[in-house]
């Protein structure tokens, strides 16, 4: 009998979409089932407007949307995942900026991550080729393996819980 690999560290990407939502069963069970470490990273992307928004607000104005935005994000990993966790799987929230494909890629070597997995939003066709897929360009470029969950209307399956 082949023995399947085990997953100690699992990195679980999401962007807070009904994809990632989907995603995550299949991060979480991985997890699980291997006594793993669950890492939940979401990247805020680059925003060229920030600097248009550091001449336009004050330093007072600018550090309260930062804490609202974080208090914002702490609120769904909450809702949206950590809420469905209990103290099987070992789990740690990471809250990264920069280009998502490249900053996911760098936790995963830094961490030592034996398993990726992420939603796709399924764009096809215009759409697809001028916003691109982060997932397709962490598939071209990870040294790791990648579990890529389709969104869910293309899998046929129902969220459950």
């Known amino acids: ?13 999401t962007d ?12 979480f069970g991985i997890a699980k089932r291997d006594e793993g470490i ?3 990273l979401h990247v805020i ?4 407007d920030h600097y248009n928004l550091e001449r336009c607000l004050t330093r007072e104005e600018l550090d309260r949307v930062k804490a609202t935005l974080q208090t914002d994000r702490e609120k769904m990993y909450h809702d949206k ?11 740690q929230i990471v809250t990264k900026s920069g280009r998502e494909d490249k900053a996911i890629l760098k936790f995963a070597k830094q961490k030592n991550i034996d398993i ?19 997932a397709e360009k962490i598939i071209r470029h990870s040294p790791i ?4 969950i389709p ?7 129902e969220k459950s819980g």
Do not use: Q, W
């Not at 009998?1 to 990407?13: A, G, Q, R």
């Not at 969104?151 to 399956?157: A, L, N, P, Q, V």
């Open 1 to 13: 009998m082949i023995e399947y690999p085990k997953y100690k560290k699992v990195l679980f990407c």
């Open 45 to 48: 992307p680059t925003n060229r």
């Open 38 to 40: 669950l890492y939940i």
């Open 16 to 27: 807070f979409s009904e994809s990632s939502d989907y995603a995550f069963d299949y991060a």
């Open 151 to 157: 969104c869910m209307e293309r899998s046929g399956h």
């Open 81 to 91: 995942y950590i809420r469905h966790i209990k103290d099987e799987t070992t789990v």
């Open 116 to 134: 990726i997995v992420i939603g796709t939003h399924g764009r096809t066709g215009i759409e697809h080729f001028f916003i691109g897929s982060v």
């Open 145 to 148: 393996p990648v579990f890529m």
